[in-house]
């Protein structure tokens, strides 16, 4: 199989257009190491949890590369910076309610509606479980 020439490259790094653009919201990226340019758009993802996985799993494969997630705009994290190697927990539920939104179509009030319906469905279900195991609820 031939190389791929520049031109097939640079197609590949270009974002893609309408409604696909909007899925992929996370993109990973390798950096130069003065940070002056993007020297790799490696992948392109619709899901959070799925592009930190994808980010931990190239930090460990190119050790030396500098590597940058984001969502659209913002920077997630950078491998140079070893405190960001960790998914900290405000970082996972940023993440969480970014695909949840996105989920419900963008709107965050439809987001927090379906996250608090949860939220009485699964109170209920405790409550249901607690007395079918003879105990009152709220008692350990």
Not at 27 to 53: C, F, M, P, Y
Not at 68 to 93: G, M, N, V, W, Y
Request: positive net charge.
């Amino acid at each position: 199989m031939p190389e791929p020439s520049l031109k097939d490259v640079e197609k590949r790094g270009r974002p893609p257009q309408g409604e696909a653009a909007d899925e992929l919201q996370f993109t990973l990226e390798q950096w130069s190491a003065d940070t002056a340019r993007i020297e790799q758009v490696i992948a392109r993802l619709s899901n959070g949890l799925v592009a930190r996985a994808a980010f931990d799993e190239l930090v460990r494969l190119r050790p030396k590369a500098r590597i940058r997630p984001r969502q659209r705009t913002r920077l997630i994290c950078d491998s140079a910076r070893r405190s960001d190697l960790k998914l900290d927990e405000r970082a996972a539920l940023d993440i969480g309610v970014a695909e949840r939104i996105d989920a419900c179509g963008g709107d965050p009030i439809a987001a927090l509606r379906a996250a608090i319906v949860a939220n009485h469905y699964q109170d209920a279900e405790i409550e249901r479980l607690t007395a079918a195991a003879g105990r009152k609820p709220g008692a350990a």
